[in-house]
């Protein structure tokens, strides 16, 4: 199966920027579908961004349009999402997820996951 690694959480201050990185263990093929979740604590996991290569469509959650953005590089196997403008809300464990199919915004319709990175924005 598909192995997933996020790397680039952390801590920073409202209005600050952070770029998440996630790496493929194989090929993210073109037809996959490649999104970003987060979940913050009490509360269930949430779609944020997707993007599929083959037809270079990308989806974002009304609460993040204008400030993230998902990009890939499929060559290094490894999906972006740069976030800007960041708030207090946006703390959570962010997910980097992969399907086979089209866009997706539901959870249960992403096969592989990766573990997780924090980020943490103060107040």
């Known amino acids: 199966q598909v192995q997933l690694v996020e790397s680039g959480g952390g801590l920073v201050q409202t209005g600050g920027s952070l770029r998440l990185s996630c790496v493929a263990s194989?090929?993210?093929?073109?037809?996959?579908?490649m999104g970003w979740f987060r979940q913050a604590p009490g509360k269930e996991r949430e779609f944020v961004a997707a993007?599929?290569?083959?037809?270079?469509?990308?989806y974002y959650a009304d609460s993040v349009k204008g400030r993230f953005t998902i990009s890939r590089d499929n060559a290094k196997n490894t999906v972006y999402l740069q976030m800007n403008s960041l708030k207090p809300e946006d703390t959570a464990v962010y997910y980097c997820?992969?399907?086979?199919?089209?866009?997706?915004?539901?959870?249960?319709?992403?096969?592989?996951w990766g573990q997780g990175t924090q980020v943490t924005v103060s107040s």
């Open positions: 993007n599929r290569w083959i037809v270079g469509s990308t």
């Open positions: 997820a992969a399907r086979s199919g089209g866009i997706a915004t539901m959870s249960h319709e992403y096969a592989y």
């Open positions: 194989e090929r993210t093929y073109s037809t996959y579908t």
